[in-house]
T-cell receptor, first 112, second 110 residues
Framework: DTEVTQTPKHLVMGMTNKKSLKCEQH?????MYWYKQKAKKPPELMFV???????INESVPSRFSPECPNSSLLNLHLHALQPEDSALYLC???????????FGEGSRLTVL | TQLLEQSPQFLSIQEGENLTVYCNSS?????LQWYRQEPGEGPVLLVT?????EVKKLKRLTFQFGDARKDSSLHITAAQPGDTGLYLC??????????FGPGTRLSVLP
């Protein structure tokens, strides 16, 4: 069982909807990540938060808006998405000493 | 730009066979990680290799880090259907970022 919890597991939304993906970890990790993964492709980095501050934004469109309310929580707010944004969205946190990534099970997003 | 290549991209074998998958780069990494991902799930960390030439074993899986810390291999002995999945290698760029390889999709047939 993963120690990174993502909700919802599945989400279907229209292009005019506003929704949020949530991620929680209680391992005391201070770096958290959002990745996007399309079918049969590796994960692509979207955002990195380090000590609750956004440290990396990989040129992600503004219709994706990350938020880190505290060291255990990471949100991804979605607005006016396109069908090509349909993908598996993965949250991860990293061990402070080894840098190993621990992934959640992902949120499968479908944009109609 | 750092890139990781993996080979083969796809592999379909019979239960009981042995196999090796490779992860190669022209860049040096501080460490390299292997993950396995099953459909609809997140990647699960299998191992981290840190020292050049290091060999780690995890039951039937043997991982090796190249002497120059640019490449790695994963060898599976007597593959089982439960080994089926996407195997991803990821290089740690001295804590700056992770670089993922494109993955090797393994299918082990009973």
């Amino acid at each position: 069982d993963t120690e990174v919890t993502q909700t919802p597991k599945h989400l279907v939304m229209g292009m005019t909807n506003k929704k949020s993906l949530k991620c929680e970890q209680h391992m005391g990790h201070r770096a958290m990540y959002w990745y996007k993964q399309k079918a049969k492709k590796p994960p692509e980095l979207m955002f990195v938060y380090s000590y609750e501050k956004l440290s990396i934004n990989e040129s992600v469109p503004s219709r994706f808006s990350p938020e880190c309310p505290n060291s255990s929580l990471l949100n991804l707010h979605l607005h006016a998405l396109q069908p090509e944004d349909s993908a598996l969205y993965l949250c991860a946190s990293s061990h402070p000493n080894t840098g190993e990534l621990f992934f959640g099970e992902g949120s499968r997003l479908t944009v109609l | 730009t750092q890139l990781l290549e993996q080979s083969p991209q796809f592999l379909s074998i019979q239960e009981g066979e042995n196999l090796t998958v490779y992860c190669n780069s022209s860049s040096v990494f501080s460490s390299l990680q292997w993950y396995r991902q099953e459909p609809g799930e997140g990647p699960v960390l299998l191992v981290t290799v840190v020292t050049g030439g290091e060999v780690k074993k995890l039951k039937r899986l043997t991982f090796q880090f190249g002497d120059a810390r640019k490449d790695s291999s994963l060898h599976i002995t007597a593959a089982q259907p439960g080994d089926t999945g996407l195997y991803l290698c990821a290089g740690d760029n001295y804590g700056q970022n992770f670089v993922f390889g494109p993955g090797t999709r393994l299918s082990v047939l009973p």
